[in-house]
């Protein structure tokens, strides 16, 4: 081997001492790149103008046949990456595009694993961003925008307002509670804020509103220490041909704590109307639209991570914005 | 670096005999300049499709619905048209999909081209930082930075291709203006261009998906909305680099191409031009 390699810079020195041009391979390949300034650049050297300032290839002499195989050996190695991502293409890509680009249809249970592993990266992500001192952004009331009815069915028939108790369960105390919206506006302080609703499609909205802060409810209504998570739920929700459908949603108690996080109970200065969710609905703005619950009906806190409405449809978990 | 013992890697190759002619080669592109380059064309493509799949959830361009379909996009607006006054599309069966269902993975599938986005975003993070290691290992980004001659060299270039095909078509010589360095000014400009518009993707991407705890982000771009405009013409950045690039690789010949996959290139001597001339 190294009597091999030795002829290969035996013929590369022939060849260059018959006059080839100074930098020659020899040379670069034994010193190497920081030399190789030196060597290429002995004349342009005295010309450039510092740090910053482009420098010459350095050239060195191969023969035809290795270059000639290192390219095919790359080409090769190239074509293989293309078809990999060929490959990784249709294995990533939902179903419905391949169908509709005409090729088959396959499907991998390796592909859902992978797409949440990433997604549950970018939950981490998240999570690590969030800061239960770091307030959102407030507005004033000339920057408010319209918010439509996101109801994502039906808006249910405001008959459940007058009969409505929000039912809190999962305390330390281990008992259950029930409280109407006279019993909630009393006991605690309402807090106004002008804040954004930013909704997982890409939309937002500056909305006003008031309503308690979850934090108080949880110093009033104390879960035990091991629980870090609410599953907050709606039973009045419906789908979109008008049949019940209940919402559910895992909120961490972290995001709960957060001064920013209401259990609104105000829109624009008014009771919320039945398309906002009246008589009571969650308030998060560090969390996407579909997270901010409306018409809450009970409140769960739990040591395990809960179920998701949006989660189970395809959507992140945590949803931290 | 991997240019200084080409040889000494291929002991195989020792039957080069003496006789046989040698040809001055450099290395033009690093390793990891090669493969994130390659990397981009999956990722990019992965991020527009699944883009396009995102905004259709909520157009940026909007207007008052349409009377009698209640449309507000543009883009089912164009789909519309095209299918209105493209021959053989006017069977098309739904006309405002059309654009989402040929440029993106398709309408009405949000959470699984989000899922897709943040897989390729976190990609072509990752693959930049890997890009930009590649420059600074290989000392290619001396040729990218600009240079004060650049806006008059840029305009003789231009020059350049606009007079070129009219120059064929009158069969008139037509004279590559010549440079002493790695790129002409035009390709400078374009190739320093994509990765900041890499930067300010990733940065306009972050203010928009995490738009309360990095709102301060949000807000060098004018706010969360405009935020998601720039996301958006960002993404024509690569498409309006992508178009011109590759023509002129193919019409460039072969050696620019193996340059960027095996990063040899014969081309040396506007090196030993400005080795010895300057």
Same mark, same amino acid.
Request: with cysteine.
């Given at each position: 081997?190294?009597?091999?390699?030795?002829?290969?810079?035996?013929?590369?020195?022939?060849?260059?001492?018959?006059?080839?041009?100074? !930098?020659?391979?020899?040379?670069?390949?034994?010193?190497?790149?920081?030399?190789?300034?030196?060597?290429?650049?002995?004349?342009?050297?005295?010309?450039?103008?510092?740090?910053?300032?482009?420098?010459?290839?350095?050239?060195?002499?191969?023969?035809?046949?290795?270059?000639?195989?290192?390219?095919?050996?790359?080409?090769?190695?190239?074509?293989?990456?293309?078809?990999?991502?060929?490959?990784?293409?249709?294995?990533?890509?939902?179903?419905?595009?391949?169908?509709?680009?005409?090729?088959?249809?396959?499907?991998? #249970?390796?592909?859902?694993?992978?797409?949440?592993?990433?997604?549950?990266?970018?939950?981490?992500?998240?999570?690590?961003?969030?800061?239960?001192?770091?307030?959102?952004?407030?507005?004033?009331?000339?920057?408010?925008?319209?918010?439509?009815?996101?109801?994502?069915?039906?808006?249910?028939? #405001?008959?459940?307002?007058?009969?409505?108790? !929000?039912?809190?369960?999962?305390?330390?105390?281990?008992?259950?509670?029930?409280?109407?919206?006279?019993?909630?506006?009393?006991?605690?302080?309402?807090?106004?804020?002008?804040?954004?609703?930013?909704?997982?499609?890409?939309?937002?909205?500056?909305?006003?509103?008031?309503?308690?802060?979850?934090?108080?409810?949880?110093?009033?209504? #104390?879960?035990?220490?091991?629980?870090?998570?609410?599953?907050?739920?709606?039973?009045?929700?419906?789908?979109?041909?008008?049949?019940?459908?209940?919402?559910?949603?895992?909120?961490?108690?972290?995001?709960?704590?957060?001064?920013?996080?209401?259990?609104?109970?105000?829109?624009?200065?008014?009771?919320?109307?039945?398309?906002?969710?009246?008589?009571?609905?969650?308030?998060?703005?560090?969390?996407?639209?579909?997270?901010?619950?409306?018409?809450?009906?009970?409140?769960?806190?739990?040591?395990?991570?809960?179920?998701?409405?949006?989660?189970?449809?395809?959507?992140?978990?945590?949803?931290?914005? | 670096?991997?240019?200084? %013992?080409?040889?000494?890697?291929?002991?195989?190759?020792?039957?080069?005999?003496?006789?046989?002619?040698?040809? /001055? +080669?450099?290395?033009?592109?690093?390793? $990891?300049? =090669?493969?994130?380059?390659? $990397?981009?064309?999956?990722? /990019? /493509?992965?991020?527009?499709?699944?883009?396009?799949?995102?905004?259709?959830?909520?157009?940026?361009?909007?207007?008052?619905?349409?009377?009698? %379909?209640?449309?507000?996009?543009?883009?089912?607006?164009?789909?519309? @048209?095209?299918? %209105?006054?493209?021959?053989?599309?006017?069977?098309?069966?739904?006309?405002?999909?059309?654009?989402?269902?040929?440029?993106?993975?398709?309408?009405?599938?949000?959470?699984?081209?989000?899922?897709?986005?943040?897989?390729?975003?976190?990609?072509?993070?990752?693959?930049?930082?890997?890009?930009?290691?590649?420059?600074?290992?290989?000392?290619?980004?001396?040729? $990218?930075?600009?240079?004060?001659?650049?806006?008059?060299? &840029? +305009?003789?270039?231009? =020059?350049?291709?606009?007079?070129?095909?009219? &120059?064929?078509?009158?069969?008139?010589?037509?004279?590559?203006? =010549?440079?002493?360095?790695?790129?002409?000014?035009?390709?400078? &400009?374009?190739?320093?261009?994509?990765?900041? *518009?890499?930067?300010?993707?990733?940065? %306009?991407? @972050?203010?928009?998906?995490?738009?309360?705890?990095?709102? @301060?982000?949000?807000?060098?771009?004018?706010?969360?909305?405009?935020?998601?405009?720039?996301?958006?013409?960002?993404?024509?950045?690569?498409?309006?680099?992508?178009?011109?690039?590759?023509?002129?690789?193919? *019409?460039?010949?072969?050696?620019?191409?193996?340059?960027?996959? &095996?990063?040899?290139?014969? =081309?040396?001597?506007?090196?030993? +031009?400005?080795?010895?001339?300057?």
């Amino acid at each position: 081997m190294n009597d091999e390699k030795k002829s290969d810079s035996i013929q590369l020195e022939e060849v260059s001492s018959r006059g080839l041009p100074p !930098l020659s391979a020899n040379h670069e390949s034994r010193t190497g790149e920081a030399d190789s300034s030196g060597a290429v650049g002995s004349v342009s050297l005295k010309k450039t103008q510092g740090f910053f300032a482009e420098r010459p290839l350095p050239a060195i002499e191969m023969a035809t046949r290795v270059l000639s195989h290192l390219t095919r050996r790359d080409v090769l190695v190239f074509g293989a990456g293309a078809l990999a991502a060929l490959a990784g293409a249709g294995f990533l890509l939902p179903q419905e595009t391949l169908r509709r680009w005409g090729a088959r249809n396959v499907n991998f #249970p390796a592909k859902e694993w992978f797409l949440n592993r990433a997604l549950r990266i970018d939950d981490d992500v998240a999570e690590t961003l969030y800061s239960g001192n770091r307030r959102v952004p407030t507005y004033t009331k000339s920057q408010i925008t319209p918010l439509k009815n996101n109801y994502n069915g039906a808006t249910p028939d #405001p008959g459940y307002i007058s009969g409505w108790n !929000l039912t809190i369960d999962g305390l330390a105390s281990g008992l259950s509670i029930s409280l109407d919206i006279r019993n909630l506006l009393t006991r605690f302080s309402v807090q106004e804020q002008i804040t954004r609703l930013v909704c997982v499609e890409g939309w937002s909205a500056i909305a006003w509103w008031a309503g308690l802060r979850f934090d108080d409810l949880l110093r009033a209504f #104390p879960p035990p220490s091991q629980a870090k998570w609410a599953r907050v739920e709606s039973s009045v929700n419906l789908d979109a041909s008008g049949n019940p459908d209940p919402y559910f949603m895992s909120l961490d108690l972290a995001t709960a704590r957060h001064p920013q996080t209401l259990l609104a109970t105000h829109f624009n200065g008014q009771p919320l109307t039945v398309d906002h969710g009246a008589p009571l609905r969650l308030l998060v703005p560090v969390k996407l639209g579909l997270k901010n619950v409306k018409a809450i009906t009970k409140i769960t806190y739990v040591a395990e991570e809960p179920r998701d409405y949006w989660a189970e449809r395809g959507y992140s978990r945590y949803d931290g914005i | 670096m991997s240019h200084s %013992t080409p040889l000494g890697c291929e002991p195989n190759f020792t039957s080069t005999s003496l006789e046989e002619p040698g040809v /001055l +080669v450099a290395k033009r592109h690093h390793l $990891l300049v =090669r493969w994130s380059h390659w $990397l981009n064309v999956p990722i /990019l /493509l992965g991020l527009i499709l699944s883009g396009i799949s995102i905004y259709w959830a909520s157009p940026v361009y909007q207007h008052k619905p349409d009377p009698n %379909t209640g449309n507000v996009d543009v883009a089912a607006d164009i789909g519309i @048209w095209l299918c %209105t006054h493209v021959p053989g599309l006017h069977h098309y069966v739904s006309p405002p999909d059309w654009i989402y269902n040929h440029l993106s993975l398709g309408p009405g599938m949000l959470a699984l081209a989000l899922r897709l986005h943040w897989l390729c975003a976190y990609s072509f993070m990752l693959n930049g930082v890997v890009y930009l290691a590649g420059l600074f290992m290989g000392g290619g980004w001396r040729s $990218l930075l600009p240079r004060r001659a650049d806006l008059f060299d &840029a +305009v003789r270039m231009l =020059r350049y291709y606009l007079g070129f095909p009219f &120059a064929k078509l009158g069969r008139r010589k037509w004279l590559h203006p =010549r440079f002493n360095t790695k790129y002409n000014a035009l390709q400078r &400009a374009a190739y320093f261009s994509v990765p900041v *518009a890499g930067c300010l993707s990733a940065a %306009t991407g @972050w203010a928009i998906h995490k738009p309360m705890q990095l709102h @301060w982000l949000a807000g060098l771009f004018g706010g969360y909305d405009a935020a998601r405009v720039w996301h958006f013409w960002l993404m024509w950045v690569y498409i309006l680099f992508v178009v011109p690039h590759v023509i002129l690789v193919f *019409a460039d010949g072969w050696d620019t191409l193996r340059s960027m996959i &095996a990063g040899w290139t014969t =081309r040396v001597k506007r090196s030993k +031009v400005i080795a010895n001339e300057r």
